[in-house]
């Protein structure tokens, strides 16, 4: 992010809060917001939000206008599939149980709870 947007990135997401935990190896705690924020993201999503700010910002310029860094959440959104892509996947509904579906789940849990409780006998 520092190499794409340089000082704007630095001044308002600094790794370290002061020149102390600099030495101390204390990250500062906007990084450590990013880091719990973004821990699930797979290296598709880490590539996709990054191709995306990179586009945005190409777009940006192209019309004679600055970019700004993404907060957290923005990145995030960054990293999702478009709907409609190829990676954005469609779930079917799930179907409701039929009416004896309740039934037959008591009568499976008697029956198991039986088995176990001869075990004990």
């Known amino acids: ?3 794409l947007y340089g000082h704007k990135w630095t001044s308002q997401r600094a790794l370290y ?3 102390q935990g600099e030495r101390n190896g204390v990250y500062g705690e906007d990084f ?3 880091a719990r ?3 699930g993201l797979s290296d598709k999503d880490w590539a996709r939000g990054m191709e995306n700010i990179e586009h945005r ?3 940006a310029a192209r019309r004679g206008e600055s970019s700004w860094p993404p907060n957290y959440a923005e990145f995030l959104g960054l990293c999702q599939p478009s ?3 190829a990676a954005h996947n469609r779930f ?3 179907a409701l149980p039929d009416d004896g579906a309740q039934e037959r789940a008591r009568r499976c849990g008697e029956s198991e709870l039986a088995k176990m409780r001869g075990l004990f006998q």
């Open 1 to 3: 992010m520092a190499q």
């Open 17 to 19: 809060d002061s020149e």
């Open 32 to 34: 450590m917001l990013w």
């Open 37 to 39: 924020k973004t821990h």
């Open 57 to 59: 910002n190409i777009e």
């Open 83 to 85: 709907p409609g892509s």
């Open 92 to 94: 079917k509904p799930l």
